[in-house]
């Protein structure tokens, strides 16, 4: 079998145990694996005799290093006895010696003195013990039991790994099974659904392509979290990735991910133009690949980056057809993970070294997983998992640039752009998710008041700051140049409107509300604004790419359903209740697709007596 490799075993890191392992791989240093011949085990090697014969040489070796650790510390114990005889006789002496002085005091100096150095000499021939050389021969001794132990231990998790084993058809009961990622069976709608002609798209390399070209093309310009150009050789032009072998779990777990947000991604017109089978199908299939992938990869226990990667897109995508807590549990994994490999410290010790490659691509999944966790709240209505200080530190660091301006090679950093980027508009969904922490929950924030919410002059400095920050990234950005540019202008106005109305308007506020500025009819304009360029992304054409993103503000809709129920201003409510209603029906339909989600009751129930009032 083979054991732990040589730099994991000398770093005292857990190994995978592949070849070359993960952390060799992740380091870019040479993995030098340790294979062992394994001895007949079970029925066919009787205890009595070959597992003794079996464990002859650890048990030697064993009792040879207990020998050597028994005589250190007899040699230490018998030392220690003959220094504190010595020590008694020579306390012992001095004593009767100033007994005679005291009957017989001395006739001069000189005999006193003689005294004295006679006592001194008798002290340095007390033998002196050396501390550090005990110890340092105890950490060897102790050093190569450990070693011995490991290996040991190596070879039971062999044992257990061949024993628990993983079918082709990803029957695992893994970690990630424990807490319901890894589904015991295939989904019947697979088997069903899918005949043998369908199936065979799901593993052909065109088809993959495929993907990979839909996901960079409506995933990637909004989940900023992997190299464009690096996955497009490595799964377009069939070239390696980060030096990774091939059928890497690593490197399964993220080839999945992609195709499984890529078929997320798509609308059911799509998925039948370009695939010809539901998207349900296609999603079902990819979702059940990934699962099994991204528990092969040991995700609780990683030290690889790209796993982490995997798992967020995974929960993005899935975020797409389950709204429920599963998905909201989760999250709270990959924060837990993400903090394991340190992604959210500042650079300090190894980091300070880190190349400006690896900085952006880390700075970029924390991020992406901030972003990931205010999202949620929205829908299950709780706390932030990650602090407002978290978030800003890292964003701070982040570059506004194109993933063609840098790669692994690159040594000196690169300065943002202005204008349009790759990361233009994840760059404002990441400064949004940091104000909506400041506004949204105010009981979390640093500055609050006597109250217990921020005061006001704050809050409208915050929202402020975003603003600019936020329209300044749209400088020299013409909508009309690209799909991608025009929902980035579109989607930017209607996160600056939002956050407007959430100034006003909080989800969760601990201090009254601020006065009108703008007149009775202010909150429904704004509330309307929102939802109109809302309804706009999901209607044009050109927002049909990113449409899988763009979620109902169920929080807005309220808004704008109560202020209706109040405004006296025929005129704008009639202008408004469609929007409205078009976006209630929406939000109802995602309610009813997944079968719960909070505030279902009290929503209906104002939009039904603001449907009489109206009447």
Not at 252 to 277: G, N, P, R
Not at 321 to 332: C, G, N, Y
Not at 407 to 416: A, F, G, L, M
Not at 453 to 478: H, M, N, S, V
Request: charged share 25%.
């Amino acid at each position: 079998p083979q054991l732990s490799c040589e730099l994991c075993r000398d770093r005292k890191v857990k190994c995978d145990k592949l070849d070359p392992c993960t952390y060799c791989v992740s380091h870019g240093v040479e993995c030098k694996p340790v294979q062992r011949l394994r001895l007949p085990r079970g029925r066919h090697a009787p205890r009595s005799k070959h597992m003794a014969r079996g464990n002859d040489g650890i048990s030697e070796d064993l009792k040879q290093r207990i020998h050597n650790l028994e005589g250190l510390i007899n040699d230490m114990r018998a030392k220690s006895t003959e220094t504190e005889t010595l020590l008694l006789s020579q306390v012992a002496n001095e004593r009767e010696m100033q007994t005679v002085q005291t009957n017989h005091p001395p006739h001069n100096e000189g005999a006193g003195e003689g005294h004295a150095f006679s006592s001194t000499s008798s002290e340095s021939h007390i033998p002196t013990q050396r501390p550090e050389t005990f110890w340092e021969n105890l950490a060897a001794e102790v050093n190569g039991l450990r070693d011995v132990v490991e290996s040991a231990l190596d070879d039971a998790e062999d044992d257990s790994a061949q024993a628990l084993g993983v079918s082709q058809m990803g029957l695992t009961r893994g970690d990630m099974a424990t807490i319901g990622l890894v589904r015991l069976h295939k989904p019947s709608s697979v088997s069903q659904d899918a005949s043998a002609e369908e199936s065979s798209l799901f593993v052909g390399e065109s088809i993959k392509r495929q993907l990979c070209h839909i996901y960079l093309r409506q995933v990637d310009p909004i989940i900023k979290i992997l190299h464009r150009p690096s996955l497009e050789a490595w799964i377009i032009h069939g070239q390696g990735y980060f030096g990774y072998p091939d059928k890497h779990p690593t490197t399964e777990a993220l080839s999945t991910a992609v195709y499984f947000s890529a078929a997320s991604s798509l609308t059911e017109k799509q998925c039948e133009e370009l695939f010809q089978m539901p998207k349900s199908t296609m999603t079902s299939y990819w979702r059940t690949e990934c699962e099994i992938a991204i528990d092969r990869s040991n995700l609780l226990a990683t030290r690889d980056i790209n796993v982490l990667e995997a798992f967020v897109l995974y929960l993005y995508a899935r975020r797409t057809e389950d709204r429920s807590k599963a998905v909201w549990t989760l999250i709270a994994v990959a924060v837990r993970v993400a903090r394991g490999l340190s992604l959210h410290l500042p650079a300090t010790g190894a980091k300070k070294t880190e190349r400006f490659f690896d900085q952006q691509m880390r700075l970029r999944l924390w991020l992406t997983i901030c972003r990931l966790d205010m999202q949620s709240l929205f829908i299950q209505a709780t706390e932030p998992l990650i602090g407002h200080e978290e978030v800003r530190m890292s964003l701070d660091l982040l570059k506004n640039i194109n993933d063609s301006d840098f790669d692994t090679k690159t040594v000196v950093p690169v300065e943002s752009r202005e204008g349009l980027t790759d990361m233009t508009f994840a760059l404002v969904s990441y400064h949004l998710q940091l104000v909506s922490r400041l506004l949204v929950f105010l009981g979390y924030s640093e500055k609050i008041n006597a109250t217990g919410g921020i005061d006001w002059a704050t809050r409208q400095q915050y929202a402020r700051q975003f603003e600019q920050k936020a329209l300044r990234l749209l400088d020299f950005c013409d909508p009309e140049s690209s799909a991608y540019a025009w929902f980035t202008w579109h989607g930017t106005q209607c996160l600056v409107a939002g956050i407007r109305l959430s100034l006003l308007r909080p989800l969760y506020s601990q201090s009254p509300p601020p006065p009108r500025s703008g007149g009775d009819s202010e909150l429904l304009l704004m509330s309307l604004s929102v939802l109109e360029k809302t309804q706009l992304m999901h209607t044009d054409p050109r927002g049909e790419a990113y449409r899988w993103y763009i979620a109902i503000p169920w929080h807005v809709v309220a808004i704008a359903i109560a202020e209706c129920f109040v405004s006296a201003d025929t005129a704008l409510i009639r202008r408004a209740w469609p929007v409205i209603e078009a976006s209630y029906q929406q939000h109802e339909a995602i309610i009813a697709r997944h079968k719960g989600g909070l505030l279902q009751g009290p929503l209906g129930k104002l939009m039904q007596r603001t449907r009489e009032r109206l009447a």
